[in-house]
């Protein structure tokens, strides 16, 4: 049901959303109690929002009049870069049951789910750097403004250049008073070396160790994609967590997108599938991941994200190890998302 917030209008394109953040409003948060943190950092609810609502940081403000407590800006670069066009957000019918398809049709009207196509776009550092600062000063103390980030590969470099490049970043977003930040390691739109970094546990490693390096201060966090298999996340596991805080998963899920005349949209490369189609795909990789840590005794958090609309669903997360969960999907249909969680308590 449409809640009546202003929100992300999908018929328009990136810049025009960038331009068009809705004023915050003054709407009554309901207290949730308890006592949350991030990453060690207290924080009012372990609501939050993923890397791609919070386009910048009006948009960030918006979210966090709105009962969220953990804001992680959408990912930037260390220079700027123009997004896809559109759709951006390409509503698809999912087919329930069996395994995750390799393909999904398109459908008119949000059914739920989508798949996600913005190229990780990015404004100017200088740019993003100065709304981080003027951002974090409007936020209330305990919520947390978290950056994402990402590095910009060239088609030679090594993986100590992929490194250092997400280090620039990590150290501008922190020296902008972020007070965390999100190193994206994997983006299923983009298909360069710095999208699979998660399924490459040795490159992971080197990686998180040279962000450690340049905020040993401040929270690291990890976003992951889809990880199938026990010895994989086992591997990333052990790569990362000498340098890592936490683990967010999962990013969207990677499919093919067909559109009802029979041709393939995106020029027939995958984007990320975000929405209720990845739930459980979510919700079964957290407690993949919520074994591996307690058997082998891990100092890491988890933070759960993909799919997540609904109070059960923060249930379902903190029952696997969580200590807070992400919105994207779900809280861009309705921003009302964050009020009716604390409303119903979970
Ligand atoms: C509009 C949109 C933009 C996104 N942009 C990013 C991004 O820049 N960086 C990133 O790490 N994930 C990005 N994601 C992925 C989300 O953070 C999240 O992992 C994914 O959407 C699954 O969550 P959901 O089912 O709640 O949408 C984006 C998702 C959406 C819907």
């Given at each position: 049901m449409d809640s009546g917030f202003a929100k992300y209008d999908i018929t328009q394109d990136y810049a025009w959303n960038f331009d068009h953040a809705p004023e915050p409003g003054d709407d009554a948060v309901p207290g949730v109690g308890g006592d949350w943190s991030y990453c060690g950092v207290p924080v009012d609810s372990p609501l939050g929002i993923a890397a791609g609502p919070l386009l910048n940081g009006k948009w960030l403000l918006y979210y966090?009049?709105?009962?969220?407590?953990?804001?992680?800006?959408?990912?930037?670069?260390?220079?700027?870069?123009?997004?896809?066009?559109?759709?951006?957000?390409?509503?698809?019918?999912?087919?329930?049951?069996?395994?995750?398809?390799?393909?999904?049709?398109?459908?008119?009207?949000?059914?739920?789910?989508?798949?996600?196509?913005?190229?990780?776009?990015?404004?100017?550092?200088?740019?993003?750097r100065d709304d981080v600062a003027a951002t974090r000063d409007r936020?209330?103390?305990?919520?947390?403004?978290?950056?994402?980030?990402?590095?910009?590969?060239e088609h030679d470099w090594?993986?100590?250049?992929?490194?250092?490049?997400?280090?620039?970043?990590?150290?501008?977003?922190?020296?902008?008073?972020?007070?965390?930040?999100?190193?994206?390691?994997?983006?299923?739109?983009?298909?360069?070396?710095?999208?699979?970094?998660?399924?490459?546990?040795?490159?992971?490693?080197?990686?998180?160790?040279?962000?450690?390096?340049?905020?040993?201060d401040k929270p690291l966090l990890l976003k992951v994609g889809h990880i199938e298999h026990r010895e994989t996340a086992h591997a990333l596991l052990e790569a990362v967590v000498p340098f890592a805080d936490a683990l967010v998963?999962?990013?969207?899920?990677?499919?093919?997108?067909?559109?009802?005349?029979?041709?393939?949209?995106?020029?027939?490369?995958?984007?990320?599938?975000?929405?209720e189609a990845i739930r459980e795909?979510?919700?079964?990789?957290?407690?993949?991941?919520?074994?591996?840590?307690?058997?082998?005794?891990?100092?890491?958090?988890?933070?759960?994200?993909?799919?997540?609309?609904?109070?059960?669903?923060v249930r379902a997360c903190l029952d696997r190890g969580c200590e807070a969960v992400q919105f994207a999907t779900a809280a861009m249909v309705d921003p009302g998302l964050g009020l009716a969680i604390r409303r119903n308590g979970f």
């Open positions: 966090a009049a709105l009962g969220f407590d953990i804001l992680t800006y959408k990912t930037v670069r260390s220079c700027e870069r123009a997004s896809y066009s559109l759709p951006n957000l390409q509503p698809i019918a999912w087919p329930s049951g069996g395994t995750f398809p390799d393909e999904v049709g398109v459908t008119g009207t949000m059914q739920g789910s989508w798949a996600v196509s913005f190229g990780m776009p990015s404004k100017p550092p200088r740019y993003w936020l209330a103390k305990r919520k947390f403004l978290c950056v994402s980030v990402v590095a910009t590969a090594s993986i100590d250049d992929l490194a250092a490049d997400y280090a620039q970043c990590a150290n501008w977003a922190a020296e902008s008073g972020a007070d965390g930040v999100e190193a994206n390691f994997s983006c299923p739109n983009v298909s360069s070396v710095d999208g699979q970094l998660y399924l490459n546990p040795t490159d992971a490693g080197i990686v998180a160790a040279k962000l450690r390096e340049v905020i040993p998963m999962v990013n969207g899920l990677s499919a093919k997108v067909r559109q009802p005349g029979g041709g393939l949209l995106f020029e027939g490369q995958c984007r990320g599938l975000a929405g795909t979510a919700l079964g990789q957290l407690a993949l991941f919520d074994g591996l840590i307690r058997e082998f005794g891990m100092d890491v958090r988890l933070v759960g994200v993909g799919g997540l609309g609904q109070a059960a669903d």
